[in-house]
């Protein structure tokens, strides 16, 4: 979890799969709410591929102007 705090995002989250399986949930929880402090970017593309959508529209109503600018491939 610390490598997750750390840098959240997909690439560790794929540390989640060593994770016991009695674990699993409260590990998902509480990674996905660690995410909501990294990367706009990664953090969108990890709540997409993790089906968190309210987190993600939550995150998204609270982006400034220039994150989601960020998020264009135009920059």
Request: with cysteine; glycine share 6%; net charge negative.
């Given at each position: 979890?610390?490598?997750?705090?750390?840098?959240?995002?997909?690439?560790?989250?794929?540390?989640?799969?060593?994770v016991p399986k009695t674990q699993r949930?409260?590990?998902?929880?509480?990674?996905?709410t660690a995410a909501e402090s990294g990367?706009?970017?990664?953090?969108?593309?990890?709540?997409?591929?993790?089906?968190?959508?309210?987190?993600?529209?939550?995150?998204?109503?609270?982006?400034?102007?220039?994150?989601?600018?960020?998020?264009?491939?135009?920059?």
């Amino acid at each position: 979890m610390t490598e997750f705090q750390t840098c959240p995002g997909t690439f560790t989250y794929k540390l989640f799969r060593y994770v016991p399986k009695t674990q699993r949930e409260p590990w998902h929880r509480t990674a996905t709410t660690a995410a909501e402090s990294g990367d706009l970017a990664e953090v969108v593309e990890l709540w997409i591929s993790t089906e968190e959508i309210e987190r993600l529209a939550a995150r998204l109503d609270r982006a400034s102007n220039a994150e989601l600018k960020g998020l264009s491939h135009g920059g």
